[in-house]
């Protein structure tokens, strides 16, 4: 959400956040911005510090639970750069707003508000996934979704009680994910949440990435 009545700046900011995918809302009452923050989830913040009443705002923002991890703050001058340290921005700006400062930064806090929403979104898949725990336990397996931490799998065999090696192919057959794994819950119906305890740090960011395109797609 984007809290100016600043239309040039605001133009500025529409075309790059639309560029990098992100859906924007306009307020120009601190006001109604309040009352949005309060009954909505919004992931990031931008406020034009120009507006009358916004230290009341922040400080507002700062004693108050929200589900807002990216605030990001417009400021009119250098002047006013200091007063922001103690309001908790994750980002400042200073108008005019440089385009290619905007696009840096906002950038980071897309990977921000990406993270947040990645980490526990979780993808409906059908594929199959090995199981094994060293040369005695081998369990053919279905992998119902996955999130960056895990799995959900279905399976008519006994899982292993232990950590155990999980070895399964992305839809497409391109990427191949391999890890360590163990359950964290079961049901009587054949369902099971595994929980990623090790896995390599290339096979987690084509996971991440795998996740990202399929979020965007969706």
């Given at each position: 959400?984007?809290?100016s009545?600043?239309?040039?700046?605001?133009?500025?900011?529409?075309?790059?956040?639309?560029?990098l995918?992100i859906?924007?809302?306009?307020?120009?009452?601190?006001?109604?911005?309040q009352?949005?923050l309060?009954?909505?989830?919004?992931?990031?913040?931008?406020i034009?510090?120009?507006?009358?009443?916004?230290?009341?705002?922040?400080?507002?923002?700062?004693?108050?639970?929200?589900?807002?991890?990216v605030?990001?703050?417009?400021?009119?001058?250098?002047?006013?750069?200091?007063?922001?340290e103690?309001?908790?921005?994750?980002?400042?700006?200073?108008?005019?707003?440089?385009?290619?400062?905007a696009?840096h930064?906002?950038?980071a806090?897309?990977?921000?508000?990406?993270?947040?929403?990645?980490?526990?979104?979780?993808l409906?898949?059908n594929?199959?996934v090995?199981?094994?725990c060293?040369?005695?336990?081998?369990?053919?397996?279905?992998?119902?979704?996955?999130?960056?931490?895990?799995?959900?799998?279905?399976?008519?065999a006994?899982?292993?009680?232990g950590?155990f090696?999980?070895?399964?192919?992305?839809?497409?057959?391109?990427?191949?994910?391999?890890a360590?794994?163990?359950?964290?819950?079961?049901?009587?119906?054949?369902n099971?949440?595994?929980?990623?305890?090790?896995?390599?740090?290339?096979?987690?960011r084509?996971?991440?990435?795998?996740?990202?395109?399929?979020?965007?797609?969706t």
């Amino acid at each position: 959400m984007v809290v100016s009545r600043d239309w040039q700046e605001v133009g500025v900011l529409e075309c790059i956040l639309g560029g990098l995918h992100i859906g924007v809302h306009i307020e120009s009452e601190l006001v109604k911005a309040q009352a949005k923050l309060a009954k909505n989830k919004i992931d990031a913040l931008i406020i034009d510090c120009d507006l009358n009443g916004t230290a009341g705002f922040l400080r507002t923002l700062r004693h108050q639970s929200t589900p807002n991890p990216v605030p990001l703050v417009i400021v009119s001058g250098s002047a006013g750069r200091n007063a922001l340290e103690s309001t908790g921005a994750t980002f400042v700006f200073e108008k005019p707003i440089s385009v290619e400062q905007a696009v840096h930064t906002l950038s980071a806090a897309r990977n921000m508000i990406l993270d947040g929403r990645l980490r526990y979104h979780r993808l409906t898949l059908n594929v199959p996934v090995n199981l094994s725990c060293g040369t005695k336990t081998n369990v053919e397996a279905t992998v119902t979704n996955v999130s960056q931490g895990g799995v959900g799998i279905r399976t008519d065999a006994a899982l292993p009680r232990g950590p155990f090696r999980l070895n399964f192919s992305l839809p497409g057959g391109a990427l191949s994910i391999k890890a360590l794994g163990k359950v964290a819950w079961t049901d009587k119906r054949g369902n099971a949440g595994v929980r990623f305890v090790e896995i390599s740090r290339r096979a987690k960011r084509d996971l991440q990435l795998w996740l990202e395109r399929e979020y965007f797609a969706t």
